[in-house]
């Protein structure tokens, strides 16, 4: 059975840094890209970031370019959110994602979400 | 650049069908045969229910079907259950190597 479970979200100062974390079990997760999406409260979905299987390309949103970093250590089964420069406009429920394989822009398991509040 | 255009609500009795629309660009929608679906209950994480504008995966009903013609594509729900009742979004990969969702579609079974 496919589990992700965020972790790392919290209440944090504008201007301040967080690190999310997505622990992954149930597929061979180094084979799979993974995704960050984020919802703000009442509000739509948003893509955040991207990294493929192996770690060596990422993609991220305009609105966080340059702030956040997405990476990953397969040899434990985890893919990370580094969250710096924070503003209130961050503050969502994260979202980890597995993409299906052939393309990165689908996602067919989901875990429930850290939340982040970026508040003073 | 901007979310992928769905109505805000569309509503239908047991039985019917009903048909979200999501509107994007020859940037998005338009240009790839990347968009998917989601269907997202309250509390809780989005399912996929269509990929590739119309593919299905596997356990989810075919009661959902997915379409696309030119920069708009269309969620189809068919013999609507009360447990449709959800929000439902479509997204799509974009030319700038990013994905682009929808704003979301409030469903409402009467």
């Known amino acids: 059975e496919v589990q992700l479970l965020e972790s790392g979200g919290g209440l944090i100062q504008p201007g301040g840094s967080l690190r999310l974390s997505c622990a992954a079990s149930?597929?061979?997760?180094?084979?799979?890209?993974m995704s960050w999406v984020r919802q703000a409260p009442g509000k739509g979905l948003e893509w955040v970031s991207t990294?493929?299987?192996?770690?060596?390309?990422?993609y991220y949103a305009d609105s966080v370019k340059g702030r956040f970093t997405i990476s990953r250590d397969n040899s434990k089964n985890t893919l990370y959110l580094q969250m710096n420069s924070l503003r209130a406009e961050d503050t969502a429920l994260y979202y980890c994602?597995?993409?299906?394989?052939?393309?990165?822009?689908?996602?067919?398991?989901w875990g429930q979400g850290t939340l982040v509040t970026v508040s003073s | 650049q901007s979310a992928l255009t769905q109505p805000a609500s569309v509503s239908g009795s047991p039985g019917q069908s009903i048909t979200i629309s999501c509107t994007g660009t020859?940037?998005?929608?338009?240009?790839?045969?990347?968009v998917s679906w989601y269907q997202q209950h309250p509390g809780k994480a989005p399912k996929l229910l269509i990929y590739?504008?119309?593919s299905r995966p596997s356990g989810v009903s075919d009661r959902f079907s997915g379409s696309k013609s030119g920069n708009t594509a269309s969620l189809t729900i068919s013999g609507l259950q009360a447990e449709d009742e959800a929000d439902y979004y479509c997204?799509?990969?974009?030319?700038?190597?990013?994905?682009?969702f929808g704003g979301g579609t409030k469903l409402t079974v009467l």
């Open positions: 020859s940037s998005d929608v338009g240009v790839y045969n990347y």
């Open positions: 149930g597929f061979t997760f180094g084979s799979c890209d």
């Open positions: 997204s799509s990969y974009t030319s700038s190597t990013t994905v682009i």
């Open positions: 994602a597995k993409a299906i394989g052939g393309g990165w822009s689908k996602h067919d398991y």
């Open positions: 990294i493929s299987g192996g770690g060596a390309k990422t």
């Open positions: 590739d504008v119309s």
